[in-house]
């Protein structure tokens, strides 16, 4: 055993500070050793040790102690800084239809997967889970952030595609009257188209509104597309009616002396001139041409009918005299 007179030159231990370091890669800590310390001794120290060192130190604070046994100690910090940053993975892009009658979509996306070095990382995502996604495609940014507060990020999509039809109404079936002097009629109409989604939805009818339309019924078909593509139709028919009835013009009166011999005559017209704004189906005289006539004036009735069953007459007479004979 030394003196007291030399025990108070013998060993001096200084620990020097705090001695930082970083986690090893993928670990929550460092192997520190040592001899990398800030410890110092000077004198003659026998039985020297550094405690807290040569050994896996996790991230955070941690003393060391230094010293001689049965001598001098000092104590100090190890701080493990943890540098490295989580790892983050985002769900695949996601693709969804609106909600019925809608123009987006809530979205419950599936978390991503968050991993760390050390215990305590966490994640958010914006827009979060469940938010409500308008029509087209949104970028969604999830970030990790760990203990130590080292983020990372990844994105993904949120892809809203519209699959709903548009909404169109046709007029309901009408009826109308030929235009006049026309074998049909113009008709206006228009078709209401709505969409769930905003923009423009173009309708296309066929015959086109404002078209001439013949007698006769005829079925209009719409149709309604959307910005999406989606589309539409519907029908409905346009009955024209022939409510105009034909012109028959007569040929003038007649007179015609008797048959010799015979109480009249056989009489033979030409036909009265008939037309119509669509088509004649037949001109008929009652009594016809080439019948037999007796004396005296005969009213001969023309009737015209069209091929929608719209008639017309007309009349003129037929005079059958014996002629005077003179002496």
């Given at each position: 055993m030394k003196d007291d007179k030399l025990r108070q030159d013998e060993c001096t231990v200084t620990c020097g500070g705090t001695f930082i370091t970083f986690n090893d890669p993928g670990q929550c800590g460092a192997f520190v050793p040592c001899g990398s310390l800030p410890v110092s001794f000077s004198g003659d120290c026998e039985s020297t040790f550094i405690f807290g060192c040569d050994t896996f130190v996790p991230v955070g604070v941690n003393e060391y102690l230094a010293g001689e046994l049965g001598g001098p100690e000092c104590t100090g910090n190890i701080v493990v800084i943890d540098d490295e940053p989580p790892v983050i993975t985002c769900p695949s892009n996601q693709v969804v239809f609106v909600a019925p009658g809608l123009c987006e979509a809530v979205v419950n996306y599936p978390p991503p997967m968050a991993t760390d070095n050390c215990p305590g990382v966490t994640f958010s995502c914006d827009p979060p889970p469940?938010?409500?996604?308008?029509?087209?495609?949104?970028?969604?940014?999830?970030t990790a952030t760990d203990a130590s507060d080292n983020v990372s990020s990844c994105t993904f999509a949120v892809i809203v595609l519209d699959n709903e039809p548009p909404t169109i109404t046709c007029p309901i079936n009408?009826?109308?009257?030929?235009?006049p002097g026309q074998c049909g009629a113009v008709f206006n109409f228009a078709a209401i188209a709505t969409n769930n989604c905003p923009g423009t939805v173009n309708t296309i009818c066929s015959p086109a509104p404002g078209s001439f339309f013949p007698v006769g019924t005829t079925t209009v078909t719409c149709l309604a597309f959307d910005p999406s593509g989606n589309n539409a139709a519907c029908t409905f028919s346009v009955t024209?009616?022939?409510?105009?009835?034909?012109?028959?013009?007569c040929p003038a009166d007649i007179s015609v002396p008797n048959n010799a011999g015979l109480n009249g005559a056989t009489v033979t017209f030409p036909t009265p001139i008939a037309f119509d704004n669509c088509a004649i189906a037949s001109v008929s005289c009652v009594p016809s041409s080439g019948s037999f006539f007796p004396l005296g004036t005969t009213q001969v009735t023309c009737t015209a009918v069209d091929t929608s069953g719209n008639t017309a007459s007309c009349t003129f007479n037929v005079t059958v005299s014996i002629p005077i004979v003179r002496c």
């Open positions: 469940g938010s409500t996604f308008p029509l087209g495609t949104t970028t969604v940014t999830c009408i009826t109308l009257n030929n235009d024209i009616l022939d409510a105009e009835p034909p012109m028959i013009i």
